[in-house]
């Protein structure tokens, strides 16, 4: 918008410079070109009026004022009598080696002088003007011609010099316009500037974010309507937040009393029935609690809006590969990294939600993995992203089924077994688009499950992890 702005204010003032401009160095133009012709015009005239009277002293005053004016001027003075012969030591005028051309032959037949600039366009290399000698007496006869040709050299050096001048001061004008036009850019457009740097800030989960009250009236209102809305926002998220820690403590609790009295009940029971029905209340009270955490850490991911940070990305992956390595040893399921894991690059994420997103996904990886599989985390940079893909060689899903597959709730065959909500991929998505990044199922080569998370590079320098 800056730029748009600039380029309008300088083209108005350009147009403004051409409109003043352009038509006062075609009057001066005009001007010296007329003020030449009436010059020479004048000379060639006086001289014809000497020509034409037949007195030898004026002829002799025709030939010194005709040197005198070769002198002083660039101009050369030709004059031929009405004979066709040259008067003194002045030279007959020639053209295209023929003593007489049409201008001359008007000049001493019509008695009509002439005036050719040498071209249509401005002038040429020379301004010829042929005048015919009359006598004063009244009489019609012509006695000779006299021809002047000027050279236009000096002309030119000063039509450029008018041109040149101008172009060189509309330049200069256009320079200043535009140093002026962008400072008045930048202040017109500064409230927009504030206001879109409180957005970026508020869409990176700044909630403190607010924009100066500044401007015309149209940004003011603009800008206190947005803090307004941020206020607003800010009231609704924490009282989610407060209600989200409320709960958590709420909800676990009693489940995992529950839990432990049919532990209890468990150990003191004999009857096979009896023990065989807890055991199935408790595998409920432990699907049930993991379900409350789940979707616990949904309505946090939900909730909470925080600003992505840098952060290592081989080191996060490899922490948390460091902790399901012990559970994939178990079942000789080999977990490995390939692709393009630099030690310093840094992708852009909230804090723990790498953390999350890792551990859902390995988690149904290493779940629907059989005996002796292999899971490979790989990474793969491009010019603003980082493509992280998790390869199981499970079952794999349908189509159908890699559509519903961040559904709530929704469990495919074979995916999560008994013990899944149904929510992990569905966290996985919230916790990634909360990040600005995106993630995608598809086909891994060979068979199995390709989990694809997109994340922003950063080019700032990551934050120290925390140890624990």
């Known amino acids: 918008m800056i730029r748009q702005l600039i380029v309008s204010y300088v083209l108005l003032v350009a147009v403004a410079i051409a409109a003043f401009t352009v038509p006062v ?3 001066l133009t005009d001007q010296l070109r007329g003020d030449t012709e009436l010059s020479v015009r004048r000379e060639a005239t006086t001289m014809a009026l000497l020509l034409a009277d037949p007195d030898p002293a004026s002829r002799e005053a025709l030939v010194e004022m005709a040197k ?27 053209r295209s080696g023929e003593p007489y051309d049409a201008a001359l032959t008007r000049a001493l037949e019509d008695g009509k002088d002439s005036v050719d600039w040498g071209s249509p366009f401005v002038w040429g290399r020379h301004l010829t003007i042929t005048v015919p000698a009359r006598p004063q007496d009244g009489s019609r006869e012509v006695a000779g011609a006299v021809r002047i040709t000027y050279r236009t050299a000096d002309l030119t050096d000063r039509l450029w010099s008018i041109w040149g001048f101008r172009a060189i001061l509309a330049v200069a004008v256009l320079g200043v316009a535009a140093g002026l036009g962008a400072l008045a850019a930048r202040r017109l457009t500064r409230p927009l500037r504030e206001l879109n740097a409180m957005a970026s800030r508020f869409g990176d989960g700044d909630l403190t974010a607010r924009s100066p009250v500044t401007g015309p009236p149209e940004t003011q209102t ?10 607003r926002l800010d009231t609704l998220v924490a009282a989610q937040r407060i209600f989200v820690a409320d709960a958590s403590h709420q909800l676990r609790t009693p489940l995992t009393a529950l839990r432990l009295s049919l532990d209890n009940i468990a150990d003191g029971v004999d009857d096979e029935l009896v023990r065989e029905d807890v ?33 290592l990305l081989r080191e996060t992956v490899e922490d948390r590969l460091a902790v399901w390595r012990p559970a994939a040893d178990e079942r000789r399921v080999v977990i490995g990294l390939a692709g393009e894991f630099d030690g310093r690059l840094r992708v852009l ?18 779940e629907v993995s059989p005996d002796g599989g292999t899971i490979t985390v790989r990474a793969d940079v491009h010019p603003d992203e980082v ?15 890699q559509a519903r597959a961040f559904d709530r709730f929704w469990r495919g065959q074979g995916l999560t077994g008994r013990s899944g909500s149904g929510l992990g991929l569905a966290i996985v998505k919230q916790l990634v688009t909360d990040d600005g990044g995106r993630v995608a199922l598809r086909d891994a080569p060979g068979g199995g499950l390709c ?18």
């Open 25 to 27: 160095a075609f009057t």
């Open 279 to 311: 055991e199935q209340a408790t595998a409920e009270v432990v699907r049930m609690s993991r379900l409350v955490s789940g979707l616990l850490v949904l309505a946090r991911a939900e909730a909470k809006v925080s600003a992505a940070e840098p952060l």
């Open 222 to 231: 603009l800008a206190r309507t947005l803090n307004q809305g941020a206020e």
């Open 349 to 366: 994420s909230s804090p723990g939600h790498l953390d999350q997103v890792l551990d859902n996904v390995l988690s149904n990886a290493l």
């Open 451 to 468: 989990v694809r998370i997109l994340l922003r590079l950063s080019s700032r320098p990551a934050a120290p992890r925390s140890g624990g």
């Open 68 to 94: 005198a004016y070769e002198d002083e001027t660039p101009g050369t003075v030709q004059a031929v009598t009405a004979a066709g012969t040259a008067v003194g030591p002045l030279p007959l005028p020639v």
């Open 387 to 401: 493509a992280l893909e998790i390869l199981d060689q499970g079952p794999g899903m349908s189509p159908a089924e």
